[in-house]
């Protein structure tokens, strides 16, 4: 990677190897995709007091043109993320199969499907950064404010309707690409 990779240490005093680790994973990024713009990581061992010891979160924030990936390691879906090395290990390996995605969609290498069916919001949890969307088949997906396209996640509200790409998870499915949809007008509106 020509940039520079930016790294954040919380809760945790920075460790050179991690560092090392860190920037030997980010240094292999442009294999996957070569137009990436930035790349910060940020390395937190939470505060709480765990039983089994201190889970490493790991966050991945790779800017590239038009948009930004990120992936977020949280400590509580994944136990083996006692070991930092593991838990920036996995991040890295999310950050790489999206960077895979991004570049076949911007060569357009990937089959088209038909235009998604419209959703609605289920549900909104924003000091969370999260919700829900309820598909026509009325099930449940999660969704993340870094899923919803051009920074629209704030003008979000239950029955909000929305299209989305539906992608598996690793707690299940989740909805990537959140395109709010606008709102049509019903006769007689503004008249």
């Known amino acids: 990677m020509q940039l520079p990779v930016q790294i954040t240490f919380r809760g945790m005093k920075p460790s050179e190897a991690v560092e090392a680790r860190i920037r030997e994973r980010a240094a292999k990024l442009d294999g996957y995709y070569d137009r990436i713009m930035s790349c910060r990581v940020v390395v937190e061992a939470p505060h709480r007091h765990h039983h089994q010891g201190k889970l490493f979160h790991v966050r991945v924030d790779v800017k590239v043109p038009d948009g930004e990936l990120v992936v977020s390691r949280e400590p509580a879906e994944h136990h083996a993320h006692e070991d930092v090395f593991v838990a920036v290990r996995d991040a890295f390996n999310a950050v790489q199969r999206r960077l895979e995605d991004y570049g076949r969609r911007q060569r357009r ?4 499907h038909e235009t998604p069916p419209a959703a609605r919001v289920a549900k909104l949890f924003p000091a969370d950064d999260y919700g829900f969307i309820e598909t026509p088949d009325q099930r449940e997906v999660y ?28 707690q299940g499915p989740q909805a990537s690409t959140v395109r709010i949809l606008k709102r049509r007008r019903a006769q007689g509106d503004g008249d």
């Open 109 to 112: 290498d990937v089959k088209t």
């Open 143 to 170: 969704f993340h404010r870094h899923s919803v396209l051009n920074g629209g996640f704030d003008r979000l509200t239950v029955g909000t309707e929305v299209q989305f790409v539906e992608e598996l998870g690793d």
